[in-house]
Protein backbone atom coordinates (compact mmCIF):
# COMPACT_ATOMS: atom_id res chain seq x y z
CA UNK A 1 0.00 0.00 0.00
CA UNK A 2 1.45 3.29 -0.92
CA UNK A 3 1.97 5.93 1.47
CA UNK A 4 -0.06 9.26 0.95
CA UNK A 5 1.94 12.69 1.10
CA UNK A 6 1.17 15.27 3.90
CA UNK A 7 -0.74 14.61 7.37
CA UNK A 8 -3.96 14.13 5.44
CA UNK A 9 -6.14 11.09 4.77
CA UNK A 10 -8.66 13.46 3.37
CA UNK A 11 -8.84 16.73 3.01
CA UNK A 12 -11.45 19.43 1.94
CA UNK A 13 -12.50 22.82 1.22
CA UNK A 14 -15.59 24.63 0.88
CA UNK A 15 -17.30 21.19 -0.49
CA UNK A 16 -20.02 21.75 -1.93
CA UNK A 17 -23.14 19.67 -3.93
CA UNK A 18 -26.59 20.95 -5.04
CA UNK A 19 -29.30 19.33 -6.87
CA UNK A 20 -31.29 22.12 -8.21
CA UNK A 21 -31.91 24.38 -5.64
CA UNK A 22 -31.33 21.86 -2.71
CA UNK A 23 -28.05 22.47 -1.42
CA UNK A 24 -27.07 18.79 0.38
CA UNK A 25 -23.57 19.42 0.93
CA UNK A 26 -22.39 23.12 2.00
CA UNK A 27 -19.03 24.74 1.48
CA UNK A 28 -17.63 21.70 4.13
CA UNK A 29 -14.64 22.06 5.26
CA UNK A 30 -12.37 19.02 6.71
CA UNK A 31 -8.85 17.56 7.66
CA UNK A 32 -8.97 13.85 8.20
CA UNK A 33 -5.86 12.48 9.89
CA UNK A 34 -3.89 9.57 8.35
CA UNK A 35 -4.84 6.24 10.30
CA UNK A 36 -7.71 7.89 11.55
CA UNK A 37 -11.45 6.40 12.46
CA UNK A 38 -13.49 9.45 11.47
CA UNK A 39 -17.38 9.43 11.99
CA UNK A 40 -19.45 11.27 9.86
CA UNK A 41 -23.21 11.79 11.92
CA UNK A 42 -26.04 13.41 11.12
CA UNK A 43 -30.09 13.18 10.37
CA UNK A 44 -31.11 11.78 7.74
CA UNK A 45 -30.66 14.35 4.67
CA UNK A 46 -28.32 15.83 6.10
CA UNK A 47 -25.82 15.64 3.68
CA UNK A 48 -23.55 12.27 4.63
CA UNK A 49 -23.86 9.88 1.79
CA UNK A 50 -23.55 12.85 -0.67
CA UNK A 51 -20.59 14.09 1.20
CA UNK A 52 -18.51 10.17 0.90
CA UNK A 53 -20.46 9.71 -3.04
CA UNK A 54 -18.13 12.73 -3.45
CA UNK A 55 -15.10 12.12 -2.01
CA UNK A 56 -15.40 8.27 -3.62
CA UNK A 57 -15.42 10.32 -7.15
CA UNK A 58 -19.19 8.78 -7.36
CA UNK A 59 -20.71 12.37 -7.87
CA UNK A 60 -19.38 15.46 -8.71
CA UNK A 61 -19.33 17.98 -6.40
CA UNK A 62 -20.85 21.40 -7.40
CA UNK A 63 -18.10 23.52 -6.19
CA UNK A 64 -15.26 23.37 -3.81
CA UNK A 65 -12.13 21.06 -4.28
CA UNK A 66 -10.88 17.53 -1.83
CA UNK A 67 -8.42 15.77 -1.95
CA UNK A 68 -8.43 11.85 -1.12
CA UNK A 69 -4.88 10.15 -0.06
CA UNK A 70 -3.10 12.94 -1.92
CA UNK A 71 -5.34 12.81 -5.07
CA UNK A 72 -7.60 15.77 -6.02
CA UNK A 73 -11.04 13.82 -6.74
CA UNK A 74 -11.59 15.89 -9.91
CA UNK A 75 -7.94 16.20 -11.78
CA UNK A 76 -7.04 12.76 -10.75
CA UNK A 77 -10.08 10.28 -9.91
CA UNK A 78 -8.68 7.42 -11.22
CA UNK A 79 -5.88 7.55 -9.04
CA UNK A 80 -8.12 8.18 -6.51
CA UNK A 81 -10.68 5.25 -6.82
CA UNK A 82 -7.15 2.94 -6.74
CA UNK A 83 -6.43 4.18 -3.04
CA UNK A 84 -9.97 4.03 -1.89
CA UNK A 85 -12.13 1.03 -0.67
CA UNK A 86 -16.04 1.81 -0.40
CA UNK A 87 -19.01 -0.20 1.05
CA UNK A 88 -22.00 1.20 0.58
CA UNK A 89 -25.03 1.24 2.55
CA UNK A 90 -26.93 -1.37 0.08
CA UNK A 91 -25.63 -4.89 -0.88
CA UNK A 92 -22.31 -4.89 -2.88
CA UNK A 93 -22.00 -8.82 -2.20
CA UNK A 94 -23.30 -11.35 -5.08
CA UNK A 95 -25.69 -13.89 -3.31
CA UNK A 96 -25.77 -16.16 -6.29
CA UNK A 97 -21.63 -16.31 -6.11
CA UNK A 98 -19.57 -18.20 -3.13
CA UNK A 99 -17.57 -15.66 -0.96
CA UNK A 100 -14.09 -16.95 -2.70
CA UNK A 101 -15.95 -15.80 -5.95
CA UNK A 102 -16.75 -12.54 -4.96
CA UNK A 103 -13.75 -11.90 -3.80
CA UNK A 104 -12.05 -12.88 -7.34
CA UNK A 105 -14.46 -10.80 -9.33
CA UNK A 106 -13.17 -8.02 -6.73
CA UNK A 107 -9.90 -8.68 -7.48
CA UNK A 108 -9.89 -8.84 -11.01
CA UNK A 109 -11.69 -5.47 -10.85
CA UNK A 110 -8.98 -3.74 -8.45
CA UNK A 111 -6.33 -5.24 -11.09
CA UNK A 112 -4.99 -7.84 -8.55
CA UNK A 113 -2.22 -9.75 -9.78
CA UNK A 114 -2.99 -12.94 -10.69
CA UNK A 115 -0.04 -14.36 -9.08
CA UNK A 116 -1.03 -12.86 -5.78
CA UNK A 117 -4.72 -13.18 -6.05
CA UNK A 118 -5.15 -16.97 -4.23
CA UNK A 119 -2.88 -15.50 -1.19
CA UNK A 120 -4.74 -11.79 -0.85
CA UNK A 121 -8.33 -13.91 -0.72
CA UNK A 122 -7.34 -16.60 1.40
CA UNK A 123 -5.45 -13.98 3.65
CA UNK A 124 -8.55 -11.70 3.34
CA UNK A 125 -11.12 -14.71 3.99
CA UNK A 126 -9.22 -15.87 7.11
CA UNK A 127 -8.77 -12.02 8.26
CA UNK A 128 -12.93 -11.65 8.57
CA UNK A 129 -13.08 -15.17 9.67
CA UNK A 130 -14.76 -16.51 7.06
CA UNK A 131 -12.16 -19.17 5.45
CA UNK A 132 -14.81 -22.33 6.87
CA UNK A 133 -17.79 -20.27 4.72
CA UNK A 134 -15.52 -19.28 1.47
CA UNK A 135 -17.21 -21.53 -0.48
CA UNK A 136 -20.67 -21.35 0.51
CA UNK A 137 -23.23 -18.98 -1.92
CA UNK A 138 -23.53 -15.99 0.30
CA UNK A 139 -27.37 -15.64 0.24
CA UNK A 140 -27.04 -18.53 2.99
CA UNK A 141 -25.00 -16.04 5.26
CA UNK A 142 -25.94 -14.49 8.02
CA UNK A 143 -25.97 -10.39 7.95
CA UNK A 144 -22.62 -9.86 9.80
CA UNK A 145 -21.04 -12.82 7.76
CA UNK A 146 -22.00 -10.62 4.49
CA UNK A 147 -20.05 -7.47 5.97
CA UNK A 148 -17.63 -8.66 6.87
CA UNK A 149 -17.34 -10.01 3.25
CA UNK A 150 -17.99 -6.54 1.96
CA UNK A 151 -15.51 -5.52 4.03
CA UNK A 152 -13.12 -8.27 2.99
CA UNK A 153 -13.78 -6.99 -0.75
CA UNK A 154 -13.10 -3.37 -0.09
CA UNK A 155 -9.76 -3.83 1.72
CA UNK A 156 -8.22 -6.87 -1.10
CA UNK A 157 -6.11 -4.13 -2.39
CA UNK A 158 -5.13 -2.76 0.99
CA UNK A 159 -6.65 0.53 0.04
CA UNK A 160 -5.25 4.02 2.12
CA UNK A 161 -8.48 4.88 2.94
CA UNK A 162 -12.32 2.62 3.85
CA UNK A 163 -15.62 4.78 3.01
CA UNK A 164 -18.37 2.91 5.15
CA UNK A 165 -21.93 3.92 4.49
CA UNK A 166 -23.85 2.53 7.98
CA UNK A 167 -21.23 -0.34 8.38
CA UNK A 168 -23.23 -1.93 11.25
CA UNK A 169 -27.04 -0.77 10.30
CA UNK A 170 -29.62 -4.04 10.89
CA UNK A 171 -27.14 -6.13 12.74
CA UNK A 172 -27.58 -7.59 16.24
CA UNK A 173 -24.93 -6.37 18.89
CA UNK A 174 -22.54 -9.98 18.20
CA UNK A 175 -22.15 -8.98 15.09
CA UNK A 176 -22.04 -5.52 15.30
CA UNK A 177 -19.04 -5.93 17.67
CA UNK A 178 -17.31 -8.21 15.48
CA UNK A 179 -17.43 -5.45 12.79
CA UNK A 180 -16.07 -2.97 14.90
CA UNK A 181 -13.21 -5.48 15.99
CA UNK A 182 -12.45 -6.07 12.15
CA UNK A 183 -12.41 -2.49 11.49
CA UNK A 184 -9.84 -2.15 14.36
CA UNK A 185 -8.21 -4.75 13.04
CA UNK A 186 -7.80 -3.60 9.91
CA UNK A 187 -6.58 -0.17 10.61
CA UNK A 188 -3.69 -1.42 12.90
CA UNK A 189 -2.58 -4.13 10.37
CA UNK A 190 -2.71 -1.82 7.24
CA UNK A 191 -2.35 1.63 8.43
CA UNK A 192 -6.07 2.16 7.28
CA UNK A 193 -8.24 5.50 7.52
CA UNK A 194 -11.32 4.67 7.54
CA UNK A 195 -14.27 7.47 7.16
CA UNK A 196 -17.80 6.11 8.47
CA UNK A 197 -21.07 7.65 8.65
CA UNK A 198 -23.69 6.51 11.09
CA UNK A 199 -26.53 7.09 13.53
CA UNK A 200 -25.68 4.91 16.47
CA UNK A 201 -23.97 7.11 19.02
CA UNK A 202 -22.52 3.69 20.76
CA UNK A 203 -20.50 3.06 17.19
CA UNK A 204 -19.26 6.50 17.33
CA UNK A 205 -18.07 6.72 20.95
CA UNK A 206 -17.08 3.43 21.05
CA UNK A 207 -15.55 3.73 17.40
CA UNK A 208 -14.13 6.73 16.12
CA UNK A 209 -10.87 8.73 17.49
CA UNK A 210 -13.06 11.72 16.12
CA UNK A 211 -16.05 12.69 14.24
CA UNK A 212 -17.73 15.03 12.68
CA UNK A 213 -21.87 15.91 13.09
CA UNK A 214 -23.74 17.72 9.84
CA UNK A 215 -26.36 19.45 9.89
CA UNK A 216 -28.33 20.22 6.65
CA UNK A 217 -25.75 19.80 4.62
CA UNK A 218 -22.83 22.10 7.17
CA UNK A 219 -20.59 20.53 9.75
CA UNK A 220 -21.92 21.87 13.13
CA UNK A 221 -18.88 20.57 15.24
CA UNK A 222 -15.46 18.40 14.71
CA UNK A 223 -13.92 16.98 17.71
CA UNK A 224 -13.26 13.80 19.28
CA UNK A 225 -15.86 11.88 21.38
CA UNK A 226 -14.78 12.71 25.29
CA UNK A 227 -14.12 16.24 24.47
CA UNK A 228 -17.08 16.93 22.60
CA UNK A 229 -18.88 15.29 26.06
CA UNK A 230 -17.30 17.22 28.43
CA UNK A 231 -17.35 20.83 26.30
CA UNK A 232 -21.74 20.20 27.38
CA UNK A 233 -21.03 18.77 30.59
CA UNK A 234 -20.23 16.35 32.81
CA UNK A 235 -23.28 14.33 32.41
CA UNK A 236 -23.23 14.35 28.87
CA UNK A 237 -23.74 11.70 26.52
CA UNK A 238 -22.97 11.36 22.66
CA UNK A 239 -26.78 11.43 21.89
CA UNK A 240 -26.81 15.58 23.85
CA UNK A 241 -23.65 16.23 21.62
CA UNK A 242 -25.98 15.04 18.61
CA UNK A 243 -28.83 16.94 19.67
CA UNK A 244 -27.35 20.35 20.46
CA UNK A 245 -25.43 20.67 16.96
CA UNK A 246 -27.42 18.52 14.43
CA UNK A 247 -30.82 20.29 15.35
CA UNK A 248 -32.76 17.22 15.57
CA UNK A 249 -34.19 14.59 17.66
CA UNK A 250 -32.60 10.82 16.97
CA UNK A 251 -35.92 9.42 17.35
CA UNK A 252 -36.66 11.59 13.48
CA UNK A 253 -36.95 8.78 11.29
CA UNK A 254 -36.37 11.25 7.43
CA UNK A 255 -38.19 11.03 5.04
CA UNK A 256 -40.65 7.69 3.62
CA UNK A 257 -37.71 6.63 1.38
CA UNK A 258 -34.73 6.99 3.86
CA UNK A 259 -37.07 4.93 6.02
CA UNK A 260 -37.38 2.33 3.44
CA UNK A 261 -34.13 2.10 2.10
CA UNK A 262 -32.97 1.44 6.06
CA UNK A 263 -35.51 -0.88 6.91
CA UNK A 264 -34.42 -2.90 2.87
CA UNK A 265 -31.06 -2.95 4.78
CA UNK A 266 -31.84 -3.85 7.53
CA UNK A 267 -33.54 -6.92 6.18
CA UNK A 268 -31.32 -8.35 3.96
CA UNK A 269 -28.60 -8.20 6.82
CA UNK A 270 -31.17 -9.37 9.78
Request: aromatic share 4%; glycine share 10%; net charge positive.
Amino acid sequence: MQEPSGPWAIETERLTRRFGDLVAVDRVDLRIARGALFGLLGPNGAGKTTLVKMLATLLRPTSGSARVAGHDILREAAAVRRAIGYVPQMLSADGALTARENLRLSAGLYGIARAERNARIAEALAFMGLSEAADRLVRTYSGGMIRRLELAQAMLHRPQVLFLDEPTIGLDPVARRTVWDRLREMRASYGMSVLLTTHDMEEADQLCDELAILHLGSVGVVGKPAELKAALGPQATLDDVFIQYSGAHLEEGGHYRDVRQARSTAKRLG
